[in-house]
């Protein structure tokens, strides 16, 4: 479920009327389905893809065995925050769901064919002139713009692999609006939120990064046609305006498109056509200088949509650069060795390792108390740390149970500790419940939820880090009060 | 009626509460909305930072009186 919860906490901040834009496009709702639903939640869809009639909730919860109500609670939350199913308001009881009209028929339209067909895409004419573009080199350009990003995030500013992947200085900013790096002095500086961003998996990456362009769309336009504006003024700057349910609706097609079929982008509207731009920039996709009418999905693209797994268990892949094997020892002396000879990863290393040697093929160095807790100092924590350790570490390494040497974990989290004592945990404190049975249950269905962090059973308290999900329980609570 | 106060749960154990506390008596109470057990605080959401900030300060003040003396032992040993 955690697949992209990045996106799933994105639209579930849009108001109901994206929704229905949204889910007029088949290609839109097809992953949703694929990509953003726990599994129950699917079941739940494709049993009721072709009910005429709303279904009683009583029949549903039938379906649904008794012990696994966390999860039932789950799926029926994604599911209504989605607006993919709703409540029938008359009557009001008993309660029955009916699942979104646009959402369903979009779906069937994807499963069983029909409908018109640009919304998946239009393949380019085969006699279109200009050379066409192998899967090869469209892997090496997502690969060399992404690792320029991700590069350019762990701020080593080193002139000879920019020189190699050139991203814009609009991505830069994106990057900085994303709080991925802070300026300072001119030099980009990474975060917590950009470590976190280090330690995804290639696809979240996009995803994440994704996320911010498109929050962030409205504020800046296209952020490449808006500084070629500036050069020449002459353009018309009504026509910039982005629109969300567009620019979601064309990323969620490209999840849809095949590798190595070249695209034409006369099916595509004004915004779409503008973050071929962008998304050219991220190695998403691969606009051709010399073919302005025609765009290539990356790997990076095709595989938006479809699960994490996929991208990794795939042995074609070239952009297993941060999720392929690891090459990472860690000795119980704190020393680290690491077989590679990616910048990328090198400069990664270099955030929270003292590094004193480097051969063609490998690099040597120490976990210090100094390095730690410099990394701590940026917000990197020391469960990051270990995680990236731990994902990365050589196949040798794997063999071992626990991977990673106890004492260097349980040291580096100990000098995290020393340079910040406390955790702190931002979110809400519900207190002052009517009667301990309010208590006690809202308290069960935070803790099912996975929201509650602390709780008070003698003072009748609990904290939560989210609250929408409990203000919508407790008031469903209110209105059925009355029956009991 | 169920009352949601939004804040910052901070974790900790007793003594650096015991800090805390010392910081938010001495800065006008501006930091605590609530202390909660022996180990739990709300924290106002603004102030976060700037108590990390005091509480590291009065932190490193006190562990490096500790330091000192362990290194200068360290060295007796190998003599």
């Known amino acids: 479920m955690s697949l992209s919860s990045a996106v799933l906490d994105y639209l579930q901040a849009q108001p109901g009327v994206t929704f229905k834009r949204l889910y007029l496009q088949p290609p839109t709702v097809l992953a949703v389905l694929r990509r953003m639903l726990p599994h129950l939640a699917k079941n739940i869809i494709m049993a009721m893809l072709f009910m005429p009639e709303p279904f009683l909730e009583e029949d549903l919860l039938t379906w649904i065995r008794a012990e696994a109500r966390p999860q039932r609670d789950e799926a029926m939350t994604v599911l209504e925050q989605l607006h993919i199913l709703t409540l029938v308001p008359e009557p009001p009881t008993p309660r029955a769901y009916r699942l979104n009209t646009a959402f369903a028929s979009s779906l069937r339209q994807a499963l069983m064919g029909g409908g018109s067909t640009n919304s998946f895409g239009v393949p380019a004419d085969k006699d279109a002139p200009g050379p066409k573009r192998t899967v090869e080199e469209l892997d090496k350009w997502a690969r060399k713009q992404w690792e320029a990003i991700l590069y350019y995030m762990v701020g080593s500013a080193e002139r000879e692999y920019s020189r190699e992947g050139n991203i814009s200085s609009g991505t830069r900013k994106l990057l900085e609006m994303g709080e991925f790096i802070i300026m300072r002095g001119g030099r980009a500086d990474i975060t917590k939120g950009g470590f976190t961003f280090l330690l995804q998996e290639a696809n979240a990456q996009v995803w994440t990064l994704l996320i911010v362009y498109l929050e962030n769309s409205e504020s800046v336009s296209s952020i490449h046609t808006k500084s070629k504006v500036i050069e020449n003024q002459s353009k018309d700057i009504e026509q910039l305006q982005m629109d969300p349910v567009e620019m979601l609706s064309f990323l969620f097609m490209l999840g849809s498109l095949e590798l190595g079929q070249d695209y034409n982008t006369e099916s595509l509207t004004k915004t779409q056509f503008h973050m071929l731009e962008d998304l050219h920039d991220f190695g998403i996709v691969y606009h051709p200088p010399d073919a302005r009418g025609r765009f290539y999905p990356t790997r990076l693209a095709t595989t938006l949509t479809s699960s994490d797994a996929s991208l990794l268990s795939n042995p074609n892949s070239s952009l297993s650069m941060n999720s392929g094997k690891g090459s990472i020892i860690l000795e119980t002396n704190h020393r680290i060795y690491t077989y590679t000879s990616s910048p990328l990863q090198i400069a990664v290393l270099a955030l929270f390792a003292n590094l004193n040697s480097c051969y063609p093929n490998l690099v040597s160095g120490k976990l210090t108390k100094k390095s730690i807790q410099r990394a701590v100092e940026k917000g990197i924590t020391a469960d990051q740390i270990i995680d990236y350790l731990r994902t990365h570490a050589h196949p040798q390494m794997l063999k071992n149970q626990p991977v990673l040497p106890p004492t260097v974990v349980d040291q580096i989290r100990l000098w995290q500790i020393e340079g910040d004592r406390m955790e702190a945990t931002p979110g809400f404190l519900l207190k002052q419940f009517v009667n301990a049975n309010e208590y006690r249950e809202t308290a069960q269905y935070a803790e099912n939820l996975g929201v509650l962090v602390w709780r008070n059973d003698r003072e009748h308290m609990f904290f939560v880090t989210r609250i929408e999900q409990l203000q919508q329980y407790l008031a469903k609570r209110k209105t059925q009060a009355p029956r009991r | ?79």
């Open chain 2, 1 to 79: 009626m169920v009352k949601a106060v939004k804040g910052i749960l901070v974790q900790c154990d007793e003594s650096i509460k015991a800090i805390i506390e010392k910081i938010d008596k001495e800065n006008g109470n501006t930091f605590i909305l609530e202390a909660l057990d022996d180990e739990n605080l709300l924290i106002s959401s603004g102030k976060i930072n700037e108590l990390k900030a005091r509480l590291k300060s009065v932190l490193t003040d006190t562990v490096k009186e500790h330091e000192e003396p362990e290194s200068n032992s360290d060295n007796n040993e190998m003599r």
